[in-house]
């Protein structure tokens, strides 16, 4: 009897959540930062090889390791809609679900994957942190003032760097902000030899943009090399806060209103 007391004392000693807590891979990290803002990190067992978090490793969105997967026995797999439903349900162990999520084309899908999120989690009761997300958007956008500038946005000077255009997070997101974004190709413009737009400076003098916000931490010699035929503000953001369709993207909106002044 003292045992069965000592077992059920331990039982209900025990917080709910982690006795409701299914065990989740995410296969992007950003569904992992999702998942953190959302109160769930605990319940993450394993990861793509791109995460930050310290967890056996599951392989890409493209390429997740089935070997990897099968041995963690999750409950739930969460990857993006970048690999097709055929090819994730071959690489799926029997037993688990998985969820193709959203998330790259408009900032409203950052709030269905949570809402999606904590519907597959049995986790509704925490609809605030949603309501928090939302709110904190809100005021981040109104205390920045773009002022209708045109803008782009580049991920990098180096190596292969993109251009957000329309029908991605980032260009709804400085949009909403108040930027006049001018690149005009629809998801992301690659910028290389061999494509439409070759360099940044040919993409620059293309759109003639009063600012390009550059998605790295700082300028490296490539981007010194940026010589456009008129005047342009280039303007380094820290790309580890932008890059990932999720919540982290406060932390991004806080950066960017400290830099209102390298505009006005």
Known sequence: MRVIVLSLLFLFSVP????????????SPYITHTLIWLGLEECIV????YDMLDLPRTGGILDPDKDALDSLMADIILTANWISEADMQKLTPEGIR?????????????????????????????TDKISLFQKNLNRQIQEIHANNQKALLISSCSGSPYSFGKRT????????IG?????????????????EID??????????????????????????????????????MD??????????????????????WQWH
């Open 16 to 27: 709910l959540q982690a006795l409701e807590c299914p065990r989740i891979i995410s296969q």
């Open 46 to 49: 394993g990861v793509s090889r």
């Open 98 to 126: 998985f969820y193709r999520l959203n998330g790259f084309d408009s900032m409203d899908q950052i709030i269905e994957n949570m809402n999606l999120i904590l519907k597959l989690t049995g986790q509704q009761a925490s």
């Open 169 to 176: 997070w980032l260009y709804d997101l400085f949009t909403r």
């Open 179 to 195: 930027f006049n974004m001018v690149e005009t190709h629809t998801k992301i413009r690659h910028i290389k030899p061999g494509y």
């Open 199 to 236: 360099e940044l400076t040919s993409l620059i003098n293309t759109f003639k943009p009063h600012i390009v916000f550059i998605l790295e931490r700082k300028l490296n010699s490539k981007c010194n090399l940026i010589l456009p035929k008129l005047p342009v503000k280039i303007i380094t």
């Open 239 to 260: 790309g580890r806060n932008f890059l990932h369709p999720a919540p982290v993207l406060l932390t991004g909106l806080n950066e960017l209103n400290a830099k209102q």
